[in-house]
C-alpha cells in the first residue's frame, strides 16, 4: 500500500519526508489557502522538487481546460512521471481524465462519494480513484463499505486504478485502510505520528535502554559532579546546611588529611533528634559514631551498583576510588 502525506504546509512535509519511505504528497487548493499561500505555482515548483510524486489540482469547466491547465503546469518544469494531475469527478472530469491518460498522464479522479462516481472514474482509466472517507463519515455514511466496494470493483473487473483512502481522521482509519485492502492512503502528518506509537512499545523500549545503561556505564559516569564533603571538625547544624546544599540524603564526613570518618545520613538525623538531647545541633560531625559506609568503585558498572542497593536496601551509596570518597550515588541516579 502507497503511504503518501496529505499537506501544503511546508514545515510539516520536510519533516514528513525525512522518514525517507513515503510516496509522494497530495494537497489541495484549500490546504494551500489555509497555509496562505498566494504564489501556487511557484509552490508546486518547490514541492515537485520535495518528493518523490507530487500530486496537484487541474481545474476546469470543461475537460478541455483541465487539459490545458495540466498541460500549464507541466510547463513550469514539472517531470510528468512524477506528477498526478487531481480532478474532481464529474462527467467533464472523466472526460479530463480520459484525455490525459491517452497522453500517458498520470490522473487522480477524487471527491469520490459514491461507487457510481469511482466506477466512471476507473472505466475513464484513473490512475487513482479517491473517496473522501472522513467526509462521508462526517454526514453519517458509512464510508468503509463504499471503499471496500471500490477495491471490489477493481478486482473483479480488472481495472487497473489504485484506490485512494483519503480524508484521514484518525490513525484507526490507516488499520480500516489496510484491512480493506486499499492500494492507497494519504495521511496528514499529525496522524502519521501516531502510527508508530503504542504504550507498551514505550515501556518496553525505556526498560531496554534502561538495562542497557545498566550494563554499559560505569557509576562515575552516572554520578553527579558532587562530591557531599564535610570536615569533621564542622557542626551538625552546619552540616545539616551543606547537606541540603548539595542535594543528597547523606554526606560524607572526613578528616582534616581527606581519610574517610563516615557518612551521615538523613536517617542518623532523626535518630538523633529522638534522642532528646537539646545540644546535638551543636555537636562536631567528628563525634558522632559511623558505620561502616556501604560503597562501591567509581569504576564499577551500574549493574552492580543496582545489586548493591537491592542487597542494602539503602538510598545513597558512596562512591570511591583509590580508597578515597569522590562522591554519592543516589538510587534515582539510576534511571536518570
Do not use: W
Not at 473487473?157 to 483519503?166: D, H
Amino acid at each position: 500500500m502507497e503511504l503518501y502525506l496529505d499537506s501544503a504546509n511546508l514545515r510539516e512535509i520536510e519533516e514528513g519526508f525525512k522518514l525517507g519511505f513515503l510516496d509522494g504528497l497530495t494537497t489541495t487548493p484549500t490546504f494551500m489557502q489555509r497555509e496562505g499561500i498566494t504564489d501556487i505555482d511557484g509552490t508546486i515548483v518547490k514541492l515537485s522538487k520535495m518528493v518523490p510524486v507530487l500530486q496537484i489540482e487541474a481545474l476546469g469547466n470543461k475537460a478541455e481546460d483541465v487539459v490545458a491547465e495540466a498541460k500549464r503546469q507541466l510547463d513550469l518544469g514539472l517531470d510528468p512521471s512524477r506528477t498526478v494531475f487531481k480532478i474532481p469527478v464529474s462527467l467533464e472530469g472523466v472526460r479530463a481524465c480520459h484525455l490525459l491518460r491517452k497522453e500517458g498522464l498520470l490522473v487522480n479522479v477524487h471527491l469520490v462519494y459514491t461507487l457510481q462516481q469511482a466506477y466512471m472514474a476507473m472505466h475513464a482509466g484513473a490512475t487513482y480513484v479517491c473517496p473522501l472517507v472522513g467526509r462521508l463519515q462526517d454526514q453519517g455514511h458509512d464510508a468503509l463499505s463504499l471503499v471496500e466496494q471500490c477495491v471490489d470493483a477493481t478486482l473483479r473487473y480488472g481495472y487497473n486504478s489504485k484506490i485512494m483512502f483519503s480524508s484521514v481522521r484518525h490513525a484507526e482509519h490507516v488499520r480500516n485502510a489496510i484491512n480493506i485492502g486499499v492500494h492507497t492512503i494519504t495521511v496528514p502528518l499529525k496522524v502519521l505520528k501516531q502510527l508508530t506509537e503504542n504504550n507498551f512499545t514505550t515501556v518496553g523500549t525505556e526498560q531496554f535502554l534502561q538495562d542497557t545503561r545498566l550494563m554499559t556505564t560505569r557509576v562515575r559516569e552516572a554520578a553527579r559532579p558532587v562530591n557531599p564533603l564535610v570536615q569533621g571538625d564542622m557542626a551538625l547544624r552546619d552540616a545539616l546546611v551543606k547537606m541540603t546544599e548539595f542535594g543528597f540524603g547523606a554526606i560524607t564526613v572526613v578528616q582534616g588529611d581527606g581519610s574517610l570518618l563516615g557518612v551521615f545520613t538523613d536517617g542518623d538525623i532523626r535518630r538523633l533528634l529522638q534522642s532528646g538531647n537539646g545540644q546535638i545541633l551543636d555537636q562536631k560531625m567528628a563525634d558522632m559514631s559511623y558505620k561502616t559506609p556501604i560503597s562501591i568503585e567509581a569504576s564499577a558498572l551500574l549493574n552492580d551498583a543496582q545489586m548493591l542497593f537491592k542487597k542494602t536496601n539503602v538510598d545513597t551509596i558512596l562512591i570511591t576510588e583509590m580508597g578515597k570518597p569522590v562522591g554519592m550515588l543516589d538510587i534515582q541516579d539510576l534511571e536518570a
